[in-house]
């Protein structure tokens, strides 16, 4: 079983749609929760961070569930760009002190014209 | 935020050549380092953990002898894949964290460097 697992997608939604994207992992250990963005062939690029109490920024809201280990970006009024792969991250620390990220395989939306 | 570089953004190589990347922090110093490697519509996977001053860690099946990493300084680590094959042509990417350890440090993503072997 992946650390970390995703709807692979792929998301093809209208503008102005509204797209949810489910993300749920195996670590109960895990600390801390993202989303990143990322571009063909670019490096991700983190999105938002994901709170036990939920948060939103403008479009995009995100939630967690520690108990059921699941985490969800909703993404309201979709636009063109953000067309992307849309990556579920979650975070311990490893060995030592190094915080160590694990990436889930990505969740692929393109937006319509 | 803060800058990660690596160098260089792309390379092409003959298989059986060493191909070295750099991976520099600019603005920040960081004490850890991560290189991950990515092969086309796969996602993130963390190779080595490289440690200012010490030997990095590998992750389960990364062969260290192959992929050699030097953290030499606070804002400077290597990653050298030795007599490259094919099978190594990917996408490598680093990032350094935030000092610190705080649970919502931010890391930050170098650009990547494609590697393709011929």
């Known amino acids: 079983r992946k650390e970390v697992e995703q709807d692979p997608g792929p998301f093809n939604v209208p503008e102005g749609a509204t797209v949810a994207f489910n993300c749920t992992y195996s670590n109960s250990a895990s600390q801390s929760f993202f989303w990143y963005r990322q571009d063909c062939r670019k490096e991700p690029k983190l999105l938002m961070s994901v709170y036990s109490s939920g948060n939103e920024d403008g479009r995009f809201t995100a939630q967690l569930n520690r108990a059921s280990q699941y985490i969800s970006l909703l993404i309201r009024d979709s636009k063109l760009s953000d067309s992307a792969t849309y990556l579920c991250v979650v975070s311990a620390i490893s060995s030592g002190s190094a915080r160590q990220l694990t990436f889930g395989s990505g969740t692929q939306l393109t937006v319509l014209p | 935020g803060a800058v990660v570089s690596q160098h260089p953004s792309w390379v092409i190589c003959k298989s059986g050549t060493s191909v070295k990347i750099e991976c520099r922090s600019l603005d920040f110093q960081a004490t850890t380092m991560f290189w991950y490697r990515q092969f086309p519509k796969q996602s993130l996977m963390l190779m080595a953990t490289?440690?200012?001053?010490?030997?990095?860690?590998?992750e389960q099946g990364v062969e260290k002898d192959k992929f050699l990493i030097n953290h030499a300084s606070l804002t400077l680590s290597t990653l050298t894949v030795t007599s490259a094959h094919p099978e190594d042509s990917s996408f490598y990417i680093c990032s350094a964290g935030e000092p610190g350890t705080g649970a919502y440090n931010e890391q930050f993503f170098g650009p990547g460097t494609r590697l393709t072997v011929l």
């Open positions: 490289s440690n200012e001053g010490s030997k990095a860690t590998y």
